[in-house]
């Protein structure tokens, strides 16, 4: 057959050839070691935790090796597109604060001289190098329905055929005719654009993944469609030769993929392209709360899927990628130990360290790497951030919290920047509750005493109380005061020897404090509370215990 004639006849409209296109993206001139890595999700509706796991490691591979990283959007499936995915994706990128060197960066905008970027902008390309595959005899169109199709695969499944497909034997559109095809497409039959795949079912191909070693498979014999009936190509197609004309030198993706490498290898060295490196990262897994096994996140099941849920639950987006990495590579929480200050951009990410298993995603000790984020961030940064959540997610508390900057600051600021800050806060949705006790529209008295104190004894301390604290008192001279309440109220102020001889006291030092701390926030546990008094200020010190001794009655 007269393939150039074939190739003209199936694609009249193309005038340009493969190396019009190799003219048009060259070689990048990167230095030598520089990884180019791609993100390219479907523009399906969110960002899901899994796919910000695979763009963190992406961007940090090319980060780590002065190479690009670069934002593809593969959007040729469009049953499962839906209107403006883009944006969700882009906005999950942008709260997570992961940036990439090129490629799209919004609804309609990107950057880069790689582009476009967008599968559906780039039909042309994809196009011109199917016509060159029919040119050099290694692609056919294939007139078959789907009802044959499914014929050929029940025909595969009734005789027990251990591959299944589109290939050898059952290829019936394989061997066509110039002729045949000519009426064919004479006739308006709709046709796909196959491989004519030189695989051998004897043959095994070998490939070194970046993050398993050398893994051995079967090559691939099946004619894959390259382009559909609407000359969109599959993914298969399309992934090639944008890798390509991307100059992609590292194809970092889930461990899903495996079984595809032996097409797309085969797809590289038929359009005569250099086969890029392959990294297989474990999928993120979590433990099913019903069965004890660990399973695939689901976007049915498991809200935590989509990063919208970190961004509405208020996990600051330090944390979150703090514990991807901590998933990512086995020597980031020693690198963090060590560092405990430290940028995470600063982390020395080597692909190789990542696990070859399934990352089980922990909410818990999310929770956990949250907390130790939090606390060592400034007061400024952690009411600016509170701030910006509540401002979308809690107007009602945005309008209380920043009507007065200074004092919002200074209460996020207590028991803060010292070598030990407590680690009360995992997330911006918790601190409303956390802080409820400075602000009066948010104020509810609660006045339960614990069980070992009575309700004479709590009166006997806050009318006390009330009677002799003094906001100028330092620190020492605070808790002195607190003390020498002690013994004329039946307490001891030294905590040792109310163990000793428990019977010979009402209670000690701790008691006394517990009571004046529910009196004034209606809390057994806060942060310092000498320094929640310099806030509340003596007025309201006063009409708060004032109040609580009324309760206590």
Request: aromatic fraction near 12%.
């Amino acid at each position: 057959m007269d393939n150039k004639k074939l190739a003209q006849l199936l694609f009249p409209h193309i005038d340009k050839t493969p190396d019009y296109y190799e003219e048009l993206y060259p070689e990048r001139g990167l230095a030598e070691g520089a990884r180019v890595t791609r993100f390219a999700p479907s523009p399906t509706g969110y960002l899901h935790i899994g796919g910000l796991f695979g763009a963190l490691v992406d961007v940090l591979t090319a980060q780590a090796t002065g190479g690009v990283a670069y934002l593809r959007i593969e959007d040729t499936d469009k049953k499962r597109e839906i209107d403006d995915g883009v944006s969700a994706i882009i906005n999950g990128f942008d709260y997570f604060g992961v940036e990439f060197n090129e490629g799209v960066t919004g609804f309609g905008t990107e950057k880069g001289a790689y582009g476009p970027y967008t599968q559906s902008q780039r039909a042309e390309i994809y196009q011109t190098v199917a016509k060159s595959l029919v040119e050099k005899g290694l692609a056919y169109p294939c007139f078959c329905t789907a009802e044959e199709i499914s014929e050929i695969r029940e025909k595969q499944e009734n005789g027990g055929a251990l591959i299944r497909g589109y290939f050898g034997k059952w290829a019936k559109c394989r061997e066509l005719t110039y002729e045949d095809i000519e009426k064919n497409l004479a006739e308006g039959k709709p046709w796909v654009l196959r491989l004519r795949s030189e695989g051998d079912e004897e043959k095994k191909i070998i490939f070194d993944d970046v993050i398993r070693g050398k893994i051995e498979m079967p090559a691939n014999i099946i004619d894959e469609v390259l382009l559909k009936s609407d000359g969109i190509p599959t993914y298969h197609f399309a992934h090639a030769c944008d890798d390509h004309f991307m100059r992609t030198t590292h194809v970092i993706r889930g461990e899903e993929w495996i079984s595809s490498v032996p097409k797309h290898i085969e797809l590289f060295k038929a359009c005569g392209y250099k086969v890029p490196k392959y990294a297989h990262t474990p999928q993120v897994l979590k433990t099913d709360e019903e069965t004890g096994d660990k399973r695939k996140l689901s976007k049915r099941k498991d809200p935590e899927a989509a990063v919208g849920y970190f961004v509405e639950g208020g996990f600051p987006k330090e944390s979150v990628l703090e514990y991807l990495l901590t998933l990512i590579n086995s020597n980031f929480e020693d690198w963090r130990r060590a560092n405990p200050k430290e940028d995470i951009s600063k982390f020395p990410f080597n692909l190789k360290k990542m696990s070859s298993s399934g990352c089980l995603f922990d909410l818990v000790k999310l929770n956990d790497v949250s907390k130790n984020v939090i606390s060592v961030m400034t007061a400024k940064n952690v009411y600016e951030n509170v701030a910006a959540w509540a401002k979308v997610y809690d107007p009602e508390f945005f309008e209380i919290f920043t009507a007065d900057p200074e004092f919002s600051t200074a209460v996020m600021n207590i028991d803060r920047e010292n070598p030990k800050p407590r680690k009360d806060i995992a997330r911006w949705s918790e601190v409303k509750e956390y802080v409820s006790y400075f602000f009066k529209p948010l104020y509810q008295p609660d006045y339960t005493l614990p069980e070992n104190i009575s309700k004479a004894d709590a009166v006997a301390i806050a009318e006390k109380y009330l009677a002799e604290f003094n906001l100028a008192d330092d620190k020492d001279q605070w808790f002195a005061r607190i003390k020498d309440m002690c013994e004329p109220l039946g307490f001891t102020p030294n905590v040792k020897e109310f163990k000793k001889n428990p019977e010979a006291f009402k209670g000690h030092v701790g008691d006394v404090s517990t009571v004046i701390r529910i009196a004034l926030t209606s809390r057994r546990n806060t942060p310092d509370l000498f320094s929640i008094m310099q806030l509340l200020g003596e007025d309201e010190i006063k009409a708060r215990l004032t109040e609580a001794i009324e309760n206590f009655r």
